[in-house]
């Protein structure tokens, strides 16, 4: 079982630039995709990118695409999106979710990540 720990969210200005990291521990974070959703108050959960395996292919929501990457480093056990030119709809907790062990799908569905982290709160002020 893998546990998973969202930091680097907080409070910044429209425009402004976060790297949310997500750290895993309990077992190796190369045996899961992974993937970062989020959601806004009285809203429902919603995706924003996914990454496989081996850091080879990314996927992201239409809403960040160009602005948000996603990357890992799977000797450090970590998975890391860097946002860039935040917008106030960007304002969000912000989720990252391991798919497996041992699965080769990448999802854009909560339903198919087993693990979740407890989230990281991003605020984006107009």
């Known amino acids: 079982q893998v546990q998973l720990v969202e930091s680097g969210g907080g409070l910044v200005q429209a425009g402004g630039s976060l790297r949310l990291s997500c750290a895993a521990s309990g077992r190796t974070l190369s045996l899961y995709s992974m993937g970062w959703f989020r959601q806004a108050p009285g809203k429902e959960r919603e995706f924003v990118a996914n990454?496989?395996?081996?850091?080879?292919?990314?996927y992201y929501a239409e809403s960040v695409k160009g602005r948000f990457t996603l990357s890992r480093d799977n000797a450090k056990n970590t998975v890391s999106l860097q946002m860039i030119s935040l917008k106030p709809e960007d304002t969000a907790v912000y989720y990252c979710?391991?798919?497996?062990?041992?699965?080769?799908?990448?999802?854009?569905?909560?339903?198919?990540?087993?693990?979740w982290g407890q989230g990281t709160q991003v605020t984006v002020s107009s």
């Open positions: 979710a391991a798919d497996g062990p041992y699965r080769f799908r990448v999802s854009t569905k909560e339903d198919d990540y087993d693990y």
């Open positions: 990454i496989n395996r081996i850091g080879s292919n990314t």
